[in-house]
């Protein structure tokens, strides 16, 4: 499941033996392995081949890491590393994508109407991340990407919620350390999103930190501009060459839907869904900075 260099990358900061006396302790790669295992081939926890141990500790394995934090934690190092080597491409690019809850995840009590989750990931949110939307019941994830396509921020809410309103939360989300001394980088050279991000509030958001924007005007918000004249103000501006390198989340989503844990949605608590969803990116910018001279 992980080479040796990737393995490297992440070790130290996994749990490790405290010398203590109790039940033995388990092997941290064959627990990351296995729960990689599970959610490529999408499979209940419960037939896990026993080859990376027993199916319980696999499962408690991940359910604290992603309280915890440790996922995140590693996913910023390795961000930390490749802004470090300069490998991380800061013309960024967002969207999310909707997947279908399976019955195994909705058989829980959830609280629907309040408002997702986004500022504290770590927090499970009383709705779950669970929404009923067109499709039924579903949940969205929101990715913001680097240039390569390489996740820097995830997020989860349910399907039915909107692109626009998650937008100014990804934002604050991205943090990346600088290696040694040095604020960490929170502002991306520009964003790229489609219409559905084209709004006054993003708008102003990304001119007050000074980040370019290069997103699309829906018709309606031309249409409306149009009708007012003068008043209406100039349109916004917008790079349509530049814009074509935002199909890198699109391509993002369609790794990260290879796992096919990941693709139906099969766990019933978000911060464990989330938390696979960056494990993928943790396994991305491992094979990423692995592959380095």
């Not at 190092?77 to 802004?83: E, I, M, T």
């Not at 501009?225 to 790079?239: S, W």
């Not at 019933?268 to 989330?274: D, P, T």
Request: glycine share 8%.
């Amino acid at each position: 499941m992980l080479s040796d260099d990737q393995w490297a990358m992440i070790a130290d900061l996994l749990p490790v033996r405290t010398g203590r006396r109790g039940r033995p302790f388990s092997d941290a790669r064959a627990m990351v392995e296995g729960i990689v295992y599970r959610y490529r081939c999408g499979i209940a926890w419960r037939d896990v081949p026993e080859v990376f141990g027993p199916w319980q500790t696999i499962w408690t394995w991940h359910r604290r890491l992603a309280g915890d934090g440790t996922w995140d934690r590693i996913l910023e190092r390795l961000l930390a590393h490749a802004d470090a080597a300069g490998i991380v491409d800061w013309a960024v690019s967002v969207d999310s994508t909707i997947v279908r809850a399976h019955q195994h995840a909705t058989n829980t009590t959830r609280t629907q109407g309040d408002t997702p989750n986004y500022t504290n990931p770590s927090v499970e949110p009383p709705d779950h991340a669970i929404g009923r939307s067109r499709g039924g019941l579903s949940t969205k994830i929101h990715h913001l990407v680097d240039g390569h396509g390489l996740p820097l921020v995830v997020l989860v809410s349910p399907g039915q919620s909107g692109d626009s309103p998650a937008f100014p939360h990804l934002l604050d989300q991205l943090r990346v350390p600088r290696i040694g001394s040095g604020r960490p980088r929170t502002r991306p050279d520009r964003v790229r999103g489609d219409k559905a991000y084209s709004s006054r509030v993003n708008r102003e958001l990304l001119r007050r930190r000074r980040i370019g924007a290069v997103i699309a005007e829906p018709s309606d918000q031309a249409g409306h501009r149009r009708r007012r004249g003068t008043r209406g103000g100039r349109p916004p501006a917008f790079d349509a060459v530049d814009y074509r390198g935002r199909n890198v989340v699109e391509r993002r989503f369609s790794h990260l839907k290879q796992w096919r844990g990941m693709a139906t949605r099969y766990d019933k608590l978000a911060i464990v869904y989330r938390a696979a969803a960056v494990l993928n990116a943790v396994i991305a910018w491992t094979r990423e900075l692995s592959d380095m001279p």
